[in-house]
């Protein structure tokens, strides 16, 4: 009697234990999603304030080249029927996201060498830089140099925390989905708040500098890394194989089964993919990437194509204040529709492409005629916006985790992360001119 109250004694503590145990990584991860996105996100809700910022400064010296060109007959007023900024906020959208992109498509073939303690500690120096860079900048080339800080430590680390899944229970997956989507919340919240009330931008981000610091408490005081984690040396094997279990299924097999099977378990251990193998992977993952992709499009068309057009003048808020709030209401839509996934999954994902390209058209045509009779309206589109923006992410990259071969998962969640920043550099692009004809009219 005492072995078995002994046994189940044991039993309830090592239970208590793999609770806690999940409860750490579960909040870890949440941390990390909220931590890797915050300075991205802040970089965006601060677009306008950026160029407002600068064009102020350099207001004086351009009056002599703005009485020029106003004299060959040129249009530079700054108050037109959209109250447009001389540059367009797609500019800092694609210093935010190019080098995203850029890290994302060339990374997957090397991040492998590179240790996670390493990794974490190049996005905390990033991120750091980009507020220190931007709240001190002095003119746009050094706003934007620090915004491509921030796009170089969210990218990166994107990519290396959805690879850091795979050794870890399929849950923290969800948890990081929905901290990247309180990373919008509580940077486009704080921001809007915290100038709202008086503060300036350059104040505002400095006290940010805190959330660089969370992420480094995260990772290495909160998850519990599993056994064998490559932390500060290279993966040489791959995780979760128990080569014991599959060596005795060959006892009753052929001769040449026990070899083609033990070849098997050797490329497994290695966890390196041939060029071959990778490519293959990623064709297969097309299906979710241009589906992604759409999405991400069409969602930051609207964000940096539109929304800073999409200005009422008899509101009670200001043009910047409106942006802010625009900027703020889409990431709560993203925040909800991200924490989604332990209440529903949808893997039709085209469907939520569709969608969110008819609420651009609708967008477009709101700032072309402008027969939308209150902001409040728009709000309530953005919030739909931020929702299919949330769940196509978070869905994407479940069924991609659940529907792929455990040696090809690590390298799948990495490659995949490609389609948003494709679809979000083809907005910034498509951007300028929509900006540039809209503010001539």
């Known amino acids: 009697m005492d072995r078995l109250r002994n046994t189940d004694s044991i039993e309830q503590f090592n239970g208590l234990t793999e609770r806690f145990k999940g409860w750490r990584n579960w909040s870890g991860f949440w941390l990390l999603g909220l931590c890797n996105n915050f300075a991205y996100v802040v970089m965006l809700s601060a677009a306008q304030d950026i160029l407002k910022k600068q064009e102020s400064e350099n207001k004086t010296m351009l009056n002599d080249v703005t009485l020029s060109m106003e004299f060959k007959g040129v249009n530079t007023s700054n108050t037109t029927c959209y109250d447009c900024n001389s540059l367009s906020t797609a500019a800092v959208l694609l210093a935010d996201i190019l080098p995203t992109l850029i890290i994302k498509m060339s990374a997957p073939l090397i991040i492998h060498k590179v240790p996670y303690g390493f990794r974490i500690l190049f996005c905390v120096i990033m991120a750091t830089t980009s507020f220190l860079v ?69 104040v505002t981000l400095l006290t940010m500098l805190t959330v660089p610091f969370t992420m480094l408490i995260s990772y290495f005081f909160l998850l519990v890394p599993p056994p064998l984690f490559p932390q500060w040396k290279p993966r040489e094997r791959d995780v979760g194989i128990d080569t014991s279990e599959e060596r005795e299924r060959l ?176 907005a910034g692009v498509t951007a300028f001119p929509v900006h540039r004809y809209f503010c001539s009219l």
């Open 134 to 202: 931007v709240s001190f900048s002095s003119a746009v080339w050094m706003s934007i140099i620090g915004v491509i800080f921030a796009s170089t430590s969210s990218g990166f680390g994107e990519l290396s925390f959805l690879s850091l899944t795979v050794y870890y229970s399929r849950d923290v997956l969800g948890a990081w989905g929905s901290g990247t989507g309180g990373a919008g919340v509580a940077g486009a919240l704080l921001y809007s708040s915290l100038t709202q009330v008086g503060l300036s931008p350059q």
């Open 251 to 426: 006892m009753d097999g052929s001769q040449e089964e026990q070899e083609t099977c033990n070849q098997v378990i050797e490329d497994r251990r290695s966890g390196l993919l041939t060029l071959s193998e990778k490519l293959h992977v990623f064709k297969g993952l097309m299906p979710f990437i241009c589906a992604l992709g759409l999405v991400y499009y069409a969602e930051y068309f609207i964000n940096q194509g539109l929304m800073e057009l999409l200005y009422f003048r008899k509101f009670f808020l200001t043009h910047a204040e409106q942006y802010r709030w625009y900027q703020t209401i889409y990431q709560v839509g993203v925040f909800v529709s991200r924490s989604s996934l332990c209440c529903m999954k949808i893997r039709k994902l085209w469907v939520l492409a569709f969608l969110q390209v008819l609420n651009a058209v609708f967008l477009l045509l709101e700032v072309g005629y402008q027969f939308l009779p209150s902001a409040w309206l728009v709000f309530g589109i953005i919030f739909y916006e931020g929702l299919l923006g949330g769940t196509a992410y978070v869905n994407t990259f479940y069924f991609i985790s659940k529907e792929t071969e455990d040696r090809h998962r690590e390298f799948a969640m990495a490659a995949a992360s490609v389609g948003d920043s494709v679809g979000i550099a083809l």
